[in-house]
């Protein structure tokens, strides 16, 4: 031992390796950067391929301009921690999905959910750091406000915020659970990338 501590990285390979070991583990999703050493998938023959890394059975994560899990719930439905800008869609089919039901979002930021739209209409429940709710449900309230539309040095939330705002099924709270298909989810509240953010821990 170095007494050096490992990197964000370094610590997510150890605890996927120790959910890998144990039953009972866990691994912890919040803006993944996993290895690309896994399976890849692509949308359709002729087009380029869309790394899509499966860590377990019933856990992948997709690498596109941000990383999305997708739990399976191995009868053909998906949930999506963040969604970035929807792409994730190209590949499910061949992860055995056919529609996506839910999606945890872990901050409000635009790359991470732009393409949300195309789930939530057809039928996927969107979930939402609760201090982040306005910024999903009503980002034109900051947009018109005019303190926002000019260039200055300190502010917040800044201008990676959402340009239209998306229906909202629910709010995702600190040590809040979830339960969906096999898995258990734990939300955490981590604050600082965003004020409000929250990352997930799923077993």
């Known amino acids: 031992m170095t007494g050096k501590k490992p990197t964000r990285r370094q610590f997510l390979k150890q605890a996927a390796g120790a959910a890998a ?12 950067r996993a290895e690309r050493g896994g399976q890849v998938w692509a949308a359709s023959a002729g087009t380029p391929q869309t790394p899509c ?4 059975p019933h856990l ?18 998906a949930l999506l ?9 190209e590949v499910l089919p061949s992860l055995g999905v056919q529609a996506v039901d839910t999606i945890l979002c872990t901050h409000h930021h635009r790359d991470q959910a732009c393409g ?23 980002p034109e309230t900051y947009w018109q ?41 734990r939300a955490l509240a981590t604050p600082g990338h965003t004020d409000g953010a929250v990352s997930f821990l799923v077993e």
């Not at 890394?53 to 377990?56: G, P, V």
């Not at 260039?151 to 709270?173: D, Q, S, T, W």
């Open 21 to 32: 070991v144990g039953s009972g583990g866990a691994a912890l999703l919040h803006r993944v």
């Open 53 to 56: 890394t499966r860590l377990f």
């Open 60 to 77: 992948a994560v997709f690498h596109g301009p941000v990383n999305v899990g997708v739990l399976l719930d191995g009868q053909g439905k």
């Open 81 to 89: 921690i963040d969604c970035g800008d929807g792409r994730v869609e």
């Open 116 to 138: 949300a739209a195309r789930f939530t209409q057809k039928g996927a429940k969107l979930f939402v750091p609760a201090a982040e709710r306005p910024y999903f449900e009503k």
């Open 145 to 185: 406000d005019l303190k926002h539309r000019w260039n200055y040095y300190i502010f917040h939330p800044h201008r990676l915020m959402l340009v239209e705002g998306l229906p909202v099924a629910g709010e995702c709270k600190e040590d809040q659970q979830i339960a969906w298909g096999p898995a258990r989810i």
